[in-house]
């Protein structure tokens, strides 16, 4: 079975940065996206970047946009997250997902819902004090 591990949450103060990253393991598809969401105290989860296999394009929601890039590394089947200038408000449980098949390799992008991923990672606590 597919497996997503996270890792690389932890406690850093505003302004600091954090590099997530997501290790998947029996992952042999061709055709496939790969994002992050999160999920703060009180609030719903949010989508906030994704990468496509297709064609490399990659999207971010607002909130990160210009702070955070998605990246992946294939020969060590990992997807990484880099987030820079982090602020409280990015504090979170943050958690990978994969979306497999040609759709999602070429039309997924940030609007795209939780529901629309086919495996998760366990989630990793990003918590930003200020």
């Known amino acids: 079975d597919v497996q997503l591990q996270a890792s690389g949450g932890g406690l850093v103060q505003a302004g600091g940065s954090l590099r997530l990253s997501c290790t998947a393991s029996?992952?042999?598809?061709?055709?496939?996206?790969i994002g992050w969401f999160r999920r703060a105290p009180g609030k719903e989860r949010e989508h906030i970047a994704c990468?496509?296999?297709?064609?490399?394009?990659?999207f971010y929601a607002d909130s990160v946009k210009g702070r955070f890039t998605i990246s992946s590394d294939s020969a060590k089947n990992t997807l990484n997250l880099q987030m820079n200038n982090l602020e409280p408000g990015d504090t979170a449980v943050y958690y990978c997902?994969?979306?497999?098949?040609?759709?999602?390799?070429?039309?997924?992008?940030?609007?795209?819902?939780?529901?629309?991923?086919?495996?998760w990672g366990q989630g990793t606590l990003v918590t930003v004090s200020s």
């Open positions: 997902a994969a979306a497999i098949g040609l759709w999602a390799s070429i039309r997924l992008d940030i609007t795209a819902r939780p529901s629309d991923y086919d495996y």
């Open positions: 029996e992952f042999t598809f061709s055709d496939y996206a």
């Open positions: 990468m496509r296999s297709g064609d490399g394009s990659t």
